[in-house]
């Protein structure tokens, strides 16, 4: 079973940059698929980012193309978000997630972290 943790959140102005971080407890991270999510209260869960087993790009959401990269170090067992140009509308709490299918779909993953809140205020 993969463990999940993810770190970086917190309190960013509108235009401000932050970058997240999700580690991984084992070395078969280099096996799974991930994706990061986000989830703004009263909203469902949606996909920010995919990222194959290897490193390549399969999905950014059009609301954050050209403004985030999703990325990992396999050998470190880590996930990567880098979000720049941030706006209000980015305040949710973000989760990584590793299945073993490159999906959007929250349902095709198997493991969660607990997430880490980012609230940009303007």
């Known amino acids: 079973q993969v463990q999940l943790v993810e770190s970086g959140g917190g309190p960013v102005q509108a235009g401000g940059s932050l970058r997240l971080s999700c580690a991984a407890s084992e070395d078969t991270f280099s096996r799974y698929h991930m994706g990061w999510f986000r989830q703004a209260p009263g909203k469902e869960r949606e996909s920010v980012a995919t990222i194959t087993s290897i490193g390549a790009i399969a999905y950014y959401a059009d609301s954050v193309k050209g403004r985030f990269t999703v990325s990992r170090d396999n050998a470190k067992n880590v996930l990567y978000l880098q979000m720049n140009s941030l706006k209000v509308e980015d305040t949710a709490g973000y989760y990584c997630?590793?299945?073993?299918?490159?999906?959007?779909?929250?349902?095709?993953?198997?493991?969660w972290g607990q997430g880490t809140q980012v609230t940009v205020s303007s």
């Open positions: 997630a590793a299945s073993r299918l490159i999906s959007i779909n929250p349902k095709d993953y198997q493991y």
